[in-house]
């Protein structure tokens, strides 16, 4: 839970740190708790990270993280990457990376109330940190997991992987 949760639930600042002291809340990121115990599934730890970032009006699961959750390539084992619109700085379970333009109604979905960026806006994010074989792949696993609607598979390769001319 966020500190802006915890403060709607009426707690205050007092409240939270007695909290903390009797062991009831765990720091996970800077304004954000595990509540009860410590540790976390891996979706408790995205919902964390996005948190961490805003929340879900301001931050996004995005990248190798929303990758995985579709299925496209396994669960990543290093930071979880979050793209937000707001300022933001990557901590050490958190790669944040800032995007101007980020469209809630055609680039994000929520899965269970996760916000993620959808399939298509993951494959053009992933142009930037797989490389051209590991794009491929993903691109061929995503048409073969028929998670892509027809015709936007294309799409993601209009701009050359790593800024690359074409």
Known sequence: MSIAQLRALGLDRGAIAWRVRRGRLHAVHRAVYAVGHARLTWRGRLWAAVLACGGPGAAVVSHRTA???????????????????????????????????????TDVVHLDGLPVTTPTRTLRDLQDVLSPQGLERTLRTAENRRILRHGHIAHPLTRPPF???A
């Open 67 to 105: 990758a995985a959750l579709w299925d496209l390539l396994p669960t990543p084992t290093g930071p979880i990457d979050v793209t937000t619109l707001r300022r933001s700085a990557s901590t050490t379970g958190i790669r944040v990376l800032r995007r101007r333009t980020l469209d809630p109604t």
């Open 163 to 165: 800024g690359g001319a």
